[in-house]
């Protein structure tokens, strides 16, 4: 396969080549990457590509999608492990300020993970 791309003038142009959505905190959020990779002597490049078969672009979709299901069950599975953790502890009545300042802290994880 590499030496008929390669016949046709292809170029390899770095080990992995990732697709994002295309908006404002997907690009913000790339450029910043690609600054830490030029910062660490990397190469990144930077394009905006279009998909003219409709199919090719639903199955590009529908895998944006299935990613992001995954993330959201990872998290709901987390939510729910904390939401345990509250149960236990309010049935022992654990109420003190460190277990509050923990649950504080967990919670913010939880927010930051999600916003992400």
Known sequence: MWRR????????????????????????????????IKEASGKAFTCIITIDDEEQNKALIEGFNKEREIDYIEILE????????????????????AELDENEEEVEKLFKWFKK
């Open 5 to 36: 791309l390669k016949s046709i003038g292809s170029l390899n142009v770095l080990q992995s080549i990732w697709i994002l959505p295309d908006n404002d905190e997907s690009r913000d959020e790339f450029l910043k990457l690609v600054e830490q």
């Open 78 to 97: 987390k939510c729910k492990d904390f939401e345990k953790e509250i149960e236990k502890e309010t049935k022992r009545q654990n109420f003190t300020f």
